[in-house]
T-cell receptor
Framework: DAGVIQSPRHEVTEMGQEVTLRCKPI?????LFWYRQTMMRGLELLIY????????DSGMPEDRFSAKMPNASFSTLKIQPSEPRDSAVYFC?????????????FGDGTRLSIL | DAKTTQPNSMESNEEEPVHLPCNHS???????IHWYRQLPSQGPEYVIHGLTSNVNNRMASLAIAEDRKSSTLILHRATLRDAAVYYC?????????????FGRGTQLTVWP
């Protein structure tokens, strides 16, 4: 079975450019999560969708970040304009409906470098 | 959010058992205990979870103290592939929020 698929795996771009990260969750999963991992802050949740609806976006750092889930099989995380401090590894995860005993399945991440 | 405390690092030799401890003294009665691990250059991977009783699966065992204030993840025979950062996380039962709070975890080194 295919796991969570993220693209691109690596992205290097210049400050000020728009960056779009993509995620395809596991088929049948109805919860989707975007995380960011840095050495300083560790792994932190940015936003969480349930049935394509954003439930908790309190982790989104600022208005430069936006996330969408137009359908059950696709989500995007967009940064516009990008800044060097946005450099991190971004993970997407999915799970069945949000009850606490459902494990989250993570993709391999997008390593983002903003120059 | 209930906090967990884990050692920063642990070491083991290959094919030996590994006991990874986690303290969660402020755990509530409805918190599940989840363990994830993260191998180098990969996303976190679910390992196991439990509520009150000890749990076993193909990857590991989870031993939960009777007062639930601590738990131990047991790898019965460590392999080189088990070298990873292990995270112990509390998750409220019935929570409508999918928020997993990852701390710093325990970096496990496995020596050949």
């Amino acid at each position: 079975d295919a796991g969570v698929i993220q693209s691109p795996r690596h992205e290097v771009t210049e400050m000020g450019q728009e960056v779009t990260l993509r995620c395809k969750p596991i088929s049948g999963h109805n919860s989707l999560f975007w995380y960011r991992q840095t050495m300083m802050r560790g792994l932190e949740l940015l936003i969480y969708f349930n049935n394509n609806v954003p439930i908790d976006d309190s982790g989104m750092p600022e208005d430069r970040f936006s996330a969408k889930m137009p359908n059950a099989s696709f989500s995007t995380l967009k940064i516009q304009p990008s800044e060097p401090r946005d450099s991190a590894v971004y993970f997407c995860a999915s799970s069945l409906t949000g009850p606490s005993n459902q494990p989250q399945h993570f993709g391999d991440g997008t390593r983002l470098s903003i120059l | 959010d209930a906090k967990t405390t884990q050692p920063n690092s642990m070491e083991s030799n290959e094919e030996e058992p590994v006991h990874l401890p986690c303290n969660h003294s402020t755990i509530s009665g409805t918190d599940y205990i989840h363990w994830y691990r993260q191998l180098p250059s990969q996303g976190p991977e679910y390992v196991i979870h439990g509520l009150t009783s000890n749990v076993n699966n193909r990857m590991a065992s989870l031993a939960i103290a009777e007062d639930r204030k601590s738990s131990t993840l047991i790898l019965h025979r460590a392999t080189l592939r088990d070298a990873a950062v292990y995270y112990c996380i509390l998750f409220p039962r019935g929570s409508t929020l999918g928020r997993l709070y990852f701390g710093r975890g325990t970096q496990l080194t496995v020596w050949p």
